[in-house]
């Protein structure tokens, strides 16, 4: 019930005219049929239709004349399909004699109007299927992107609950490693910057609680721009300097001076590590134990690295290559002996006592050439550099090897020591 005063809107003025019109003309057949025709005439065709129900209904039968109004606001409504349907009905309830009693003689034109409009329906339902399957798939598409955005912002929002929580349980615990897992995970978070800071602080603060050389070298390492930087290379240094003097080798001295050429303690280590290098090669010299070639040519790299040691004495002395049988009493000079017995000893493969005896040919003529004339009118090649080196190569001792061939060529270029140079690498 309406209040006193109230308006009424106007669906519910066409509600109740509606309702006022369908209870007036409920019990009269004429006055149904009478406004659905004033509606389909005015293009009301919902109302025209609704009209034309009620009167079937008060009816309680099918109507040609009811039908063929029907039929004819179905056309004019546009709905072909349900129009084809009507007329069919229509032919069915009129016969010839009600065709024209009955006022609808335009029924066959309607029909030819319809069936055309129901041809080009058919001939058009491809097309409107193909472009409603288009619009459906559209749709489908829109919903799916649809979806996948409202997924990703869900995930979106699940990491960043995520992130959060994370930060928190790593800025408890406040250790390096932390702090470098979190920034590794998440390189656009907002709290990168912090994430990095703090990982350089805790970084430096583990080193100083390890105190040792070789975290302070990982954390210059890792943080050479850092604001610790200088306390860190200290400390380092003086780390070195320690295991230096508690170590007291060659080793921990050249890791102070690689990682400090111009430390505090360099020049002094310098002058110790040729002490204790000098040391070194004298003692493995002295270690030798592989034959007689083997410890001549480990001191005369002594001898050579260090000219004025203060084992060259020593290291002279022994330079021997073990006791060699002494040359027969001929006519011809000693080399000439020691190089044919080299010559036999390479032969049988026994390269130690190849080489002494070359060593000392070299000691009675050193020029390697090419035709020497002997007194009994024989001539022979003499090339005890290049035997030596070959010798030397099949023994290991590759370096002095090649400088005995380079000698060699330098006297008299020969394709055997070419060759034997070639295997050497050079």
Same mark, same amino acid.
């Given at each position: ?9 106007? @669906?519910?003025?066409i509600a109740a005219l509606f309702l006022l019109t369908s209870t ?7 006055q149904l049929y009478e406004a659905a025709e004033l509606a389909f ?13 009620? +009167? ?20 004019? %409504? ?10 069919? /009905? ?29 041809? %080009?329906?058919? !001939?058009? @339902? ?40 994370? @930060? ?27 994430? =990095?800071? =703090? ?6 603060? /583990? ?18 721009? *850092? +604001? ?8 380092? /240094? ?16 050249? !890791? ?46 002594? +001898? ?55 060593? !000392? ?5 050193? !020029? ?24 030397? *190569?099949?023994?290991?001792?590759? %370096? ?18 070419? /060759? ?6 050079k």
């Open positions: 019930m309406m209040k006193p005063g109230a308006k009424m809107k106007p @669906w519910m003025i007036l003309y409920a019990q009269d057949p004429r005439q005015k293009g009301n065709y919902a109302s025209a239709l609704s009209f034309l129900h009620q +009167l079937e209904g008060a009816l309680g039968r099918k109507n040609p004349r009811v039908q063929a109004l029907k039929t004819k606001v179905l056309d004019s %409504d546009g709905k072909i399909l349900d129009a084809k349907l009507a007329v069919e /009905e229509l032919l069915r309830l009129a016969n010839s004699s009600t065709r024209s009693s009955e006022g609808f003689p335009d029924i066959y034109p309607l029909k030819e109007k319809i069936d055309r409009a129901l041809a %080009d329906l058919e !001939r058009r @339902w491809p097309l409107e299927i193909q472009d409603r399957r288009m619009g459906e798939a559209d749709r489908l598409i829109q919903e799916q992107a649809m979806n996948r955005e409202r997924k990703l912002q869900a995930k979106r929002a699940a990491a960043a609950q995520f992130e959060v929580r994370e @930060w928190q349980g790593v800025a408890q615990e406040n250790m390096a490693d932390g702090y470098k897992s979190f920034a590794e995970r998440y390189p656009n978070s907002s709290h990168i910057r912090e994430a =990095r800071s =703090r990982a350089e602080t805790a970084s430096f603060r /583990e080193a100083e609680e390890d105190n040792t050389a070789e975290v302070y070298r990982r954390f210059l390492e890792e943080y050479p721009k *850092s +604001l610790f930087s200088l306390k860190a290379q200290d400390r380092y /240094e003086e780390l070195l300097f320690a295991e230096v003097e508690q170590e007291k080798t060659s080793e921990a001295i050249a !890791r102070y001076l690689v990682a400090f050429p111009r430390g505090r303690h360099a020049a002094t280590l310098r002058q110790r590590l040729i002490l204790l290098q000098e040391d070194d090669v004298y003692s493995a010299a002295g270690r030798e134990s592989r034959g007689p070639a083997f410890r001549y040519y480990a001191f005369k790299r002594y +001898l050579r690295a260090y000219p004025r040691g203060k084992y060259v004495d020593a290291a002279s002395r022994e330079t021997g290559i073990g006791a060699i049988e002494p040359p027969p009493a001929l006519s011809e000079p000693k080399w000439l002996d020691h190089y044919e017995r080299g010559l036999q000893a390479m032969n049988a493969e026994r390269y130690e006592e190849a080489v002494g005896r070359f060593l !000392r040919a070299i000691g009675e003529r050193e !020029r390697d050439m090419q035709t020497v004339m002997l007194s009994d009118g024989r001539r022979i090649d003499y090339f005890p550099h290049r035997e030596l080196g070959i010798a030397l *190569s099949h023994l290991g001792i590759n %370096d002095f090897a090649r400088e005995e061939l380079d000698v060699s060529i330098s006297y008299i270029w020969t394709l055997r020591a070419q /060759e034997a140079l070639g295997r050497l690498g």
